[in-house]
């Protein structure tokens, strides 16, 4: 959801912005996104789904990160600042990551959708995400309880892998042998 005010801001005004208030914003090329806050089911599948992931990843060259934790989305060939706060992410090159942020691409993003912000996940973050090579984008949506997997595919393209509603194995392409049960994850 973008905030109000429509007018570009910079980055500097924008990090002052973040100062004033307790809310998670995110920033993509000028424009201000007020992230929801989340809801109680949002938290549980979160805490699950970012629990199996750590225990998964414990002694691999992964890590995993739950929101609020910012990832600033960077790439030599494109421009612009683009920065987001998934509900998770899985980073793989440690370089990017600094005290405060990641700057880079995560091989897996994981966002869990809110009533008032499916548009922004589904589409905006969908295509922003493939633009910038994330490997694998998952978007939860705990008012059906589906999962939407999209991989990237030789021509840098989303293909979608999976739709799971309620029940089933769910899988990583990117995180090979990891596999969480949506029931479990929605229960």
Request: aromatic fraction near 8%.
């Amino acid at each position: 959801m973008e905030l109000p005010n429509k007018n570009l801001i910079s980055l500097e005004e924008f990090h002052k912005l973040r100062e004033s208030t307790n809310r998670l914003l995110e920033y993509i090329d000028g424009a201000v996104f007020m992230v929801p806050s989340p809801s109680t089911r949002h938290q549980r599948i979160s805490s699950r789904l970012h629990a199996s992931l750590f225990n998964f990843l414990e002694d691999k060259d992964c890590e995993v990160f739950h929101a609020p934790y910012d990832v600033e989305l960077r790439r030599e060939d494109l421009e612009g600042t683009k920065i987001v706060v998934p509900d998770i992410s899985v980073i793989c090159d440690e370089d990017g990551i600094e005290e405060n942020k990641y700057v880079g691409i995560p091989s897996l993003i994981i966002e869990i959708v809110s009533p008032s912000n499916q548009s922004h996940d589904l589409v905006h973050k969908l295509n922003l995400y493939m633009q910038y090579g994330v490997k694998e984008y998952w978007i939860v949506n705990p008012l059906l309880s589906t999962v939407q997997i999209y991989r990237l595919d030789e021509k840098g393209q989303y293909e979608q892998t999976a739709v799971i509603k309620e029940t089933g194995i769910i899988h990583s392409d990117v995180l090979k042998g990891f596999t969480v049960d949506a029931q479990k994850i929605f229960q």
